[in-house]
């Protein structure tokens, strides 16, 4: 991982606005992560969440606001936006995977055409990643051919493998099976031992728990309520943070 | 193809129909109950176009008929011309596919590219396809066949043979670039999204990840353009090019007799039957495939 500049901020968002046509989705989002820091977003759906994290990815043009990662702006006007994707990673939900090409591809396609890395050194690289998360041997079979729990990991390592400063993780286990959900959690876990710097936005409460610095509360656009995970889970502040949190706790996922 | 797993499929009686769609439904079948349906398609199809074999040689006027187009004579003596003019058909077609197949794909990237700055060349594209979709193949041949060798340019070749070229991937690359650009917005924006977000060029997105795609989808219907570009190139004849069509009309003229146009339609049919087929078993099992995915 890169060292930061002078202990800057991994991310800074500052006055994030957004909206599609006439829905305003993001009306102001103020947001630090620090470096190793892992925030979980939590909150209903149409929330704003994953407009949030493809706006720090640069995938969603923002309407106003900045966005600052390692001290660098990255809304600047003429800003380069391949160089700043290089240096931040994003899973999807949907793990979108390229279904043409075998799993060794997949990881190996932009470390070899973005970075310029020689085949051979992409895929000794990517082979090692794949090791860690034990599908090394699957490298030579298609995306379809691997469960929803092994692609998404796959999906993982292929950011992993640009090696980005900052991950961000958008609802990755949402279209997992149940059983094949902790394969995935497991894996993230071990990135945030080893001080990965995460944005996570997810509805598994237990896991936002547990892996969580701080976690925010999104409702309508806004944050409306950053904590610490114990007290976000056990003494919510804001009304309807806590009700949002009794309907997940009746819907069994807390 | 209506007659999917009917007992009348002649596809599976010649055994051309291969592991397509049609056979599926007939897997299920106990083997008993399929020979016998096997048997009941052969001698019904044996008396039906025996029949009208019967029918028709049994007119008044079929001798007539059979001197002017069936003439086995005129047939044998034309058959080995034709097929030598049609390797001019097939040095014209397979030259133009190439280029269509580029220039095709170039008019679709750039008909789908973003922005206010690229609006003229997306709107030149889209007058490019309009124009060329519009206008009939025929006269596009005979505007650049006739037209620029008369003008004789300096630098500017004066070969037929070359502006046929010319005019036929003209044409043909309107239609494959709609081809090509359904395909490309066939294909999910997350492709796209995952593509770039890794850090690929917009240009690297198109070139590694969706264009490798959208071909895939897209191959049946490009080679069905590619059976109508292989018919029009009879179209050239009317340059003076000696093609297929240009030979047979030659020899029918002096024989007085239509047998030789005979021969170039059997020539046009094995060569095309066979691409035909291809294109279903491609349709078939892209299908079986899709159908697994889900």
């Known amino acids: ?254 | 193809m209506s007659m999917t797993g009917g007992p009348l499929d002649t596809g599976d009686l010649i055994g051309l129909a291969g592991r397509g769609g049609p056979r599926r439904s007939r897997r299920r079948l106990p083997p008993g109950e399929a020979v016998r349906s096997s048997l009941i398609a052969l001698v019904s199809t044996v008396l039906v176009l025996g029949g009208l074999a019967i029918v028709i040689t049994s007119q008044p006027n079929w001798p007539q008929v059979q001197r002017a187009f069936f003439d086995g004579q005129i047939f044998a003596y034309s058959l080995p011309l034709v097929i030598e003019a049609f390797g001019t058909n097939i040095a014209l077609f397979l030259l133009a596919e190439v280029l269509i197949l580029v220039v095709g794909l170039a008019i679709a990237v750039v008909r789908g590219l973003p922005g206010p700055v690229f609006f003229p060349l997306r709107l030149m594209a889209t007058i490019y396809v309009d124009f060329f979709r519009a206008v009939p193949g025929l006269l596009i041949i005979a505007l650049l066949g006739f037209g620029i060798p008369a003008l004789d340019l300096p630098g500017v070749p004066n070969d037929q043979f070359f502006w046929a070229v010319i005019a036929l991937t003209l044409v043909y690359s309107a239609y494959v670039s709609e081809v090509y650009r359904a395909g490309i917005e066939s294909i999910h924006w997350s492709q796209e999204a995952a593509a770039r977000s890794l850090g690929l060029s917009r240009f690297q997105s198109l070139r590694y990840v969706i264009v490798p795609q959208a071909v895939r989808r897209v191959i049946p219907p490009l080679l069905n353009d590619f059976i109508g570009l292989q018919k029009d190139t009879v179209l050239v004849s009317t340059l003076g090019v000696v093609e297929i069509f240009r030979e047979s009309s030659i020899i029918k003229a002096a024989r007085f007799n239509f047998t030789p146009y005979i021969a170039v339609a059997l020539v046009f049919v094995v060569v095309t039957i066979p691409l035909a087929r291809f294109v279903d078993w491609l349709v078939a099992r892209d299908r079986a495939g899709q159908a697994s995915n889900r």
């Open chain 1, 1 to 254: 991982m890169t060292a930061s500049p002078g202990g800057a901020a991994a991310l800074r968002i500052e006055g994030l606005h957004k909206s599609f046509g006439d829905l305003e989705v993001l009306k102001g989002i103020d947001l630090e992560l620090a470096q190793h820091e892992v925030v979980c977003l939590i909150g209903s759906s149409g929330s704003g969440k994953s407009t949030l994290l493809r706006c720090v990815n640069l995938l969603e043009p923002i309407d106003a606001g900045r966005i600052v990662v390692e001290g660098d702006e990255i809304t600047a006007k003429g800003i380069d936006v391949n160089r700043i994707r290089r240096r931040i990673g994003i899973v999807f939900q949907a793990y979108n995977l390229f279904p043409h090409m075998s799993v060794l591809d997949n990881v190996c396609l932009a470390p070899r055409k973005v970075l310029g890395l020689s085949r051979a050194d992409a895929e000794t690289r990517a082979i090692e990643l794949l090791d860690r998360i034990g599908l090394a041997d699957k490298r030579r079979e298609y995306p379809d051919r691997l469960s929803g729990g092994q692609q998404q990991r796959v999906a993982i390592v292929r950011a992993l493998a640009m090696q980005p400063d900052l991950l961000l993780l958008d609802e990755i286990t949402s279209a997992l099976d149940p059983e094949l959900v902790a394969e995935v959690l497991n894996l993230i876990r071990e990135l945030a031992g080893n001080g990965m710097t995460m944005l996570i936005a997810t509805h598994e409460m237990s896991f936002a728990r547990e892996i969580a610095n701080r976690v925010c509360f999104l409702d309508g656009g806004r944050i409306l309520e950053t904590a610490p995970p114990a007290e976000m889970f056990s003494a919510p502040r804001e009304e309807r943070t806590r009700q949002f949190l009794d309907r997940v706790i009746a819907a069994g996922r807390l």
